[in-house]
């Protein structure tokens, strides 16, 4: 952190499924940005939300479940640690799962603010998974959630197969123009990508 005095309450929220393999040391190794953001020497330490009725971070080693509901103080640098950590999850998640993190101005008070004042509240929606694919069917499915839950109050559920057909679509498109653009950074195949790596190398 780099203020003594944190002008946000930072809650991350969200269960990510992990892999059966995954013990407690990758899991603080995965997290490793979020505890050394608090100062923490290990998750141990820093696993504790600043609300006691929250649970904080926690795993479930029986359901191999990763939960947060964890609360703490902090910046707008805590973007950057929780990218971090959404990567080192990815390495070890068992498929796709989304985490909700809400930034709360501490500095700004509703009773006492001037009318033209507004609170710098903020929130990010984080996607972890262990393919590109897995990430992009939690967006698909919480897109379709949403959508649906605001047609309805228009049409009956059974008129929205189309929107539906419409969001599979696009997101079919995306993922086949994020293949193509792997593809495309790829050497040809055949002798004309240079010569040939000695396969102790590979």
């Known amino acids: ?74 910046d707008e640098d805590f973007r950057l640690a929780i990218e971090e950590a959404c990567m080192g999850l990815n390495e070890i998640s068992a498929m796709g799962a989304a985490i909700e993190v809400s930034f709360y101005d501490l500095e700004y008070d509703e009773e006492e603010a001037s009318p033209e004042a507004q609170a710098r509240d903020d929130f990010l929606m984080c996607f972890v998974g262990p393919t590109p694919a897995a990430i992009m069917q939690v967006q698909r499915d919480m897109l379709v959630r949403d959508v649906v839950e605001l047609m309805e109050r228009h049409f009956d559920a059974s008129e929205l197969g189309g929107v539906i057909e419409a969001i599979d679509r696009l997101f079919a498109n995306r993922f086949d123009a994020m293949v193509n653009s792997l593809q495309l950074g790829k050497p ?15």
């Open 1 to 74: 952190m780099s203020q003594d005095n944190p002008p946000f309450e930072i809650h991350v929220h969200g269960d990510v499924p992990l892999r059966d393999d995954v013990d407690f040391p990758q899991i603080q190794e995965a997290l490793r940005p979020l505890w050394q953001y608090v100062g923490a020497r290990s998750l141990v330490d820093a696993a504790a939300s600043n609300y006691e009725e929250e649970p904080g971070i926690r795993f479930d080693p029986k359901a191999h479940l990763l939960q947060m509901c964890w609360t703490i103080e902090g």
């Open 188 to 202: 040809p195949r055949g002798g004309h990508g240079g010569p040939r790596k000695p396969r102790h190398l590979h």
